[in-house]
């Protein structure tokens, strides 16, 4: 196989075909491969498998991945399958993140006394049975969690000034140095007012190119 081919980027798109990354060919195969992405044909919005893709012959002067017993198309969009896979990997549960989402402020009484003056409060306590997740710590200052102690808000009499909870997840696309032109379209402000439907599965292994617009449920405005 030609690393350079494999080097190439892909776009990445969530499953509500968010842009959300940029992976390499070779990344975008392995992903195909398990089944946590299928490849978009940027022309008519059609989902492949591995299996649907492997089949396709490439084009005509088009990057093509060359094995010894087959050739293979190169991916230029892929959507991911699952929903969480991305999100996990970009939010990632850190306190550097907990830091970012309470905008490092104290939880309880709101002062931003900086980083180092900040801890890391276990709403309902690990003493009690509380988790060490998103929705269970907060940013607390020093004299907050030493007033709360072992205890929950409630039992403290200390309300939290927001409840605590996984940072949604924003697309993190912000267009790279290298970008290929069938990813505009999905990069374009028109796309995000196309109304969604989940994609429907290719019906037939060999698709006959844009004769099938109308069922898609992926219809361009
Ligand atoms: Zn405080």
């Known amino acids: 196989m030609s690393q350079a081919v494999l080097e190439r980027p892909t776009l990445v ?25 299928k490849v978009v044909d940027p022309e008519d919005f059609r989902l492949y498998s591995w299996s649907d ?4 012959e490439p084009r005509e002067g088009e990057p093509m991945i060359r094995a010894v017993t087959f050739r293979l198309r ?20 850190s306190r550097r993140n907990i830091l970012k989402r ?7 009484c709101g002062v931003q006394p900086g980083s180092e003056e900040l801890t890391i409060d276990h709403v ?13 710590c907060v940013l607390a200052c020093v004299a907050c969690n030493a007033k709360k102690a072992n205890r929950t808000p ?20 912000s267009g790279p140095t290298t970008r290929i032109e069938s990813w505009s379209r999905f990069l374009s402000e028109a796309y995000w007012n196309v109304p969604m439907e989940e994609p429907a599965p290719p019906p037939h292994p060999h698709p006959v190119r844009h004769s099938h617009r109308h069922e898609h449920g992926r219809e361009r405005c």
């Open 13 to 37: 798109l969530n499953r509500n075909w968010q842009p959300v990354n940029v992976a390499t060919v070779a990344r975008s195969l392995t992903m195909l491969w398990n089944e946590t992405a």
């Open 53 to 56: 893709w492997a089949r396709l």
């Open 74 to 93: 190169v991916p230029e969009v892929i959507t991911l399958t699952r929903y969480d896979r991305y999100r996990e990997a970009a939010v990632t549960f």
């Open 102 to 108: 309470d905008h490092a402020t104290c939880q309880y």
């Open 124 to 136: 309902v306590p690990r003493s009690l049975g509380g988790t060490t997740t998103w929705e269970n």
């Open 154 to 173: 409630e039992r403290a009499n200390m309300a939290l000034r927001r409840k605590p909870f996984r940072p949604s997840w924003k697309p993190m696309y």
